[in-house]
Structures are given as structure tokens and as C-alpha cells.
């Protein structure tokens, strides 16, 4: 008659116990074991692929550019503040590499704080410099197959030479957002993954005309909103000849294979 008792005895000790039998569940959740329905829920913004269309127009002439790459366009947030501050231990790695005595990209965006790797895979050495706007630096001579970084935590395109070889040129563009595109040769622009929201939309070209600023122009993104106003662009001629680091003209040896 003992084994009766004892199974009526444990079936109700079960049933006060509480739901899932965690105690602290229920004192976490206001005793009821489950999550008030007042809790705000963080839900994440949708995230869109935005695209756009650029062209550039030859000053005077008015006519329309066949190459319109390497326009830059950027979005930054005006839901939040506009700038980028992350731990040294979180920033993002970039690379421009020097091969075939060509800097490539020859147009690289990056978010502001971000790091450039410079890798030299040609046989020779290489010295890059940057001495006239955005961030300054001059990396010194280094050898095939060594690698120098650089902190880019100053806003605004720095231009990229060579100490030895003239026809290195490139520009490094830091922007205050992560959320960019760069144009391909037809104009087009996509700026993928952008969360759903109001923004101040930026454009930046090399060869724009002195009269052109950044336009910039507030947008909004969303499901319904995943087009960039279109973007027009006067251009005209520049003079990209330049100095050496020390303000000399380059050694003509530099135009050497071997060199």
C-alpha cells in the first residue's frame, strides 16, 4: 500500500512547481514566467541594396562622358551622429597594393579610422607618400614583399604618389560612413545592405569641375525609396604632373624596367 502513496505523494509535488521549474524565471519575468508584453523588442532596421546613376559632363562641350567610373558616393546617417569612432582592436583592414608600378585600386574608399595595408609585390622598392590633403604620410623606401599600414582618421580624399616612380598616382578616399559604392564605367552605383532610414547622401569626384561641390542632398531609404537621386557631374581637364616627395623633379631612370 506504501508504493500508491508515494507516486500520489511525488505527482504533487510536480504540479507546485513552477512553470519549467526554474524559480528565478519566474521572479525575472515578473513572476508570470513569461516576458511582459509591454518589453520593448529591438527590431532590427531592413536592410536595402540602394542604387543610383551618375554621369559626367565635359565643361564646355556639354557633351556626356562614355566613362563615368570611379565616382564616389556615400551615405551618412542622419538618424544618429554622422562620424565613426571605433576601438583600434575593431578597425577595418584595406589594402592598395603596388604592382606593376601601379597603385590598384586606383580608387579606394574607406570608412574614417580605418586601416591600409600596403603591400609591395613588384621586384623593386617603392616609397609612398601623401603630402598634400587629407592624411599625411610618408611610408619611406621599403622592399619586395614587405607590407606598411596606415591609420586613415582624416576625412576627405588623400592622394596617393611614389617617391620613385612618377606614374604612381592613386587617392584613398575617408568617408564618415560605412555605406558607399563606387560608379563603374556605364555610371552605375550600388550601395548594398543599407538599413532602412533618413541620410545625407555625398558625392566626390576626381575630375570635377571647380564649380562642383559635393551636392549633397538629404534622402530617405526604404523598401519603396531604393533609388539615389541621379547625379550629374561637370568635369574638366587637370594637371596631374607633380614632385617628387623633397619638391624635385623625378630621375628619369625611374621610367626604366629594371628600375
Known amino acids: 500500500m506504501l508504493k500508491p502513496v508515494l507516486i500520489a505523494t511525488l505527482l ?12 528565478d524565471a519566474r521572479r525575472a519575468s515578473g513572476g508570470s514566467g513569461a516576458i511582459p508584453e ?3 523588442v529591438d527590431t532590427p532596421a531592413p536592410r536595402i541594396d540602394v542604387s543610383g ?7 564646355g562641350s556639354g557633351r556626356v562622358a562614355t566613362d563615368a567610373s ?10 544618429a551622429p554622422d562620424t565613426i569612432s571605433r576601438p583600434a582592436s575593431s578597425r577595418t583592414h584595406f589594402r592598395m597594393v603596388q604592382q606593376n608600378k601601379t597603385f590598384e585600386p586606383a580608387l579606394l574608399v574607406v570608412p574614417l ?19 598634400y590633403q587629407g592624411k599625411r604620410f610618408d611610408l619611406g623606401l621599403y622592399q619586395a614583399g614587405s607590407e606598411k ?15 620613385i616612380h612618377p606614374q604612381m598616382t592613386a587617392v584613398i578616399l575617408t568617408v564618415n560612413s560605412d555605406l558607399f ?10 550601395i548594398p545592405q543599407v538599413p532602412a532610414g533618413r541620410y545625407k547622401m555625398h558625392v566626390w569626384y576626381e575630375n570635377a569641375a571647380p564649380e562642383f561641390t559635393d551636392a549633397a542632398k538629404n534622402i530617405e531609404v526604404s523598401a519603396a525609396e531604393n533609388v539615389l537621386p541621379p547625379v550629374s557631374i561637370p568635369v574638366s581637364r587637370h594637371d596631374r604632373s607633380h614632385k617628387d616627395k623633397y619638391g624635385n623633379d623625378y630621375d628619369p631612370r625611374a621610367s626604366s624596367p629594371a628600375y
Open 38 to 40: 509591454d518589453t520593448p
Open 70 to 79: 570611379r565616382v564616389a558616393i556615400w551615405l551618412a546617417t542622419l538618424d
Open 113 to 131: 579610422g580605418s586601416i591600409v595595408d600596403f603591400p609591395n609585390l613588384d621586384p623593386w622598392f617603392h616609397n609612398v607618400f601623401s603630402l
Open 12 to 23: 504533487a509535488a510536480a504540479a507546485l512547481q513552477p512553470v519549467g521549474g526554474f524559480p
Open 53 to 59: 546613376k551618375v554621369r559626367l559632363v565635359e565643361n
Open 181 to 190: 559604392g563606387i560608379s563603374d564605367k556605364s555610371g552605375r552605383v550600388l
Open 149 to 163: 599600414e596606415v591609420v586613415f582618421d582624416r576625412p576627405g580624399p588623400s592622394f596617393l604618389f611614389c617617391n
